[in-house]
Every structure is written in structure tokens, then in C-alpha cells.
């Protein structure tokens, strides 16, 4: 399977506990997304790379969230602190850089904090 | 304050009859407009894009109507098929901004009674 990997799939946590989640793109990709989901709603992006740079941060992105993408493949999305309104989807998305792009959506990693 | 809103929280059609699902955005600057198809427990999956140069897109069953004087497109699906039962999203982007973010409607869950 040559599509966008995210691990784990579901993660249960108690308030305050960091967790991290992990993305792999498709490899030829050089841009990458995380977006957060939450129930009856579409995704919300929260920031982006090309390459190994973050592009963009959105203002949902919290101090408590980190994401990198050290070597430009895979990318990893830290939550410390988690808090109850943290519980939702976190879904990674890679593309290419052109100017009609697609994005191509892994299978999300749904976080769940007690 | 959405920029991309999906009225119609849910949508049932018979199988073999046509399918039509509505997207309306308020930020003029959007020039990029994609449908995505997401099943439980999988990311969304791309459908079909258009670029506001076209008002037509077309592949297999799937076409995008977009009227740019009315903010407005739609995605038509003929004739539906069982397999068609997913939530679909509308997004949008500002290709002048390319690699940004994409901005998403909150879903239209469609089912296709057989």
C-alpha cells in the first residue's frame, strides 16, 4: 500500500498526558498537512510543510501542539498537556507542489482524552 | 464565521436516481474547489476538482457545476449507487495562495437506498 500511513489509529489518554502521532506520505511528496476533525464537521487545517519546513500555522495550533518533519518524509504531531477538548481526529494529508494539487488523506488517528 | 458551507447535513436518494449535493463559499478570493468522499473510518478521499476558468468538470458519474457569480457549486452524481453512502465534503482554496490550506464545509452524509 503506496498511500498515507498514520499510526497509531486510536489513542486513549488521560487530561495532561502528551501524546504523539505519526504520519508517513506517499513518498514522492514534498508537502504535508495536518488537519483536525471533529464530529459533524469537516477537517480544520492546523498546519503544513514543504519539505522539511513548516509553511504555515494555523491560529487552532496551540503552544501545547508541536509538529516536525526533521528529514522531509515523515512528520509527527505532538499534543503535551492534552486537555478533553483535544478528544477529535487528527487526519495528515500529502500532495506535490503544483498548482492544482490533491490531497491525499491518511486514515486519521483518533485521540480520545478522559 | 464558515467560508464554505454545506446547508444540507444529510441527503437520501433511490438507487439509479441522481444525487445532488450543494457547496456554497462567501470568500471571493477561492479559485480551486474539490469534492472528498469519506467513509467511517477512513480519511476523505478525493472525487473531482474544478478551477473557477471552468463551470464544468466531468469523470464517469461524477460531474462539479460551479456558478461563480452565486458563490455556489454542486456535485452530481448519476445515477447513485449503493457504494455512493459516504459523507461527501466540498472544499476550497485560493490557487494564488497555492500550498495553503484547503477550507472545508461541514459534510453532507449521503445514503442510496437500494
Known amino acids: 500500500d503506496t498511500g498515507v500511513s498514520q499510526n497509531p489509529r486510536h489513542k486513549i489518554t488521560k487530561r495532561g498526558q502528551n501524546v504523539t502521532f505519526r504520519c508517513d506520505p506517499i513518498?514522492?511528496?514534498?508537502?504535508l498537512y495536518w488537519y483536525r476533525q471533529t464530529l459533524g464537521q469537516g477537517p480544520e487545517f492546523l498546519t503544513y510543510?514543504?519539505?522539511?519546513?513548516?509553511?504555515?500555522k494555523s491560529r487552532l495550533l496551540s503552544d501545547r501542539f508541536s509538529a516536525e518533519r526533521p528529514k522531509g518524509s515523515f512528520s509527527t504531531l505532538e499534543i503535551q498537556r492534552t486537555e478533553q477538548g483535544d478528544s477529535a481526529m487528527y487526519l495528515c494529508?500529502?500532495?506535490?507542489?503544483?498548482?492544482?494539487?490533491?490531497?491525499?488523506f491518511g486514515p486519521g488517528t483518533r485521540l480520545l482524552v478522559l | 464565521d464558515q467560508q464554505v458551507k454545506q446547508n444540507s447535513p444529510s441527503l437520501s436518494v433511490q438507487e439509479g436516481r441522481i444525487s445532488i449535493l450543494n457547496c456554497d463559499y462567501t470568500?471571493?478570493?477561492?479559485?480551486?474547489f474539490l469534492w472528498y468522499k469519506k467513509y467511517p473510518a477512513e480519511g476523505p478521499t478525493f472525487l473531482i476538482s474544478?478551477?473557477?476558468?471552468?463551470d464544468k468538470n466531468e469523470d464517469g458519474r461524477f460531474t462539479v457545476f460551479l456558478n461563480k457569480s452565486a458563490k455556489h457549486l454542486s456535485l452530481h452524481i448519476v445515477p447513485s449507487q449503493p457504494g455512493d453512502s459516504a459523507v461527501y465534503f466540498c472544499?476550497?482554496?485560493?490557487?494564488?495562495?497555492?500550498?495553503?490550506?484547503?477550507?472545508f464545509g461541514p459534510g453532507t452524509r449521503l445514503s442510496v437506498l437500494p
Open positions: 472544499a476550497a482554496s485560493a490557487l494564488k495562495n497555492y500550498g495553503q490550506n484547503f477550507v
Open positions: 474544478i478551477s473557477s476558468i471552468k
Open positions: 513518498s514522492e511528496h514534498n508537502r
Open positions: 470568500n471571493s478570493m477561492f479559485d480551486y
Open positions: 510543510f514543504q519539505n522539511e519546513a513548516q509553511l504555515e
Open positions: 494529508a500529502s500532495s506535490l507542489s503544483v498548482q492544482q494539487e490533491t490531497q491525499y
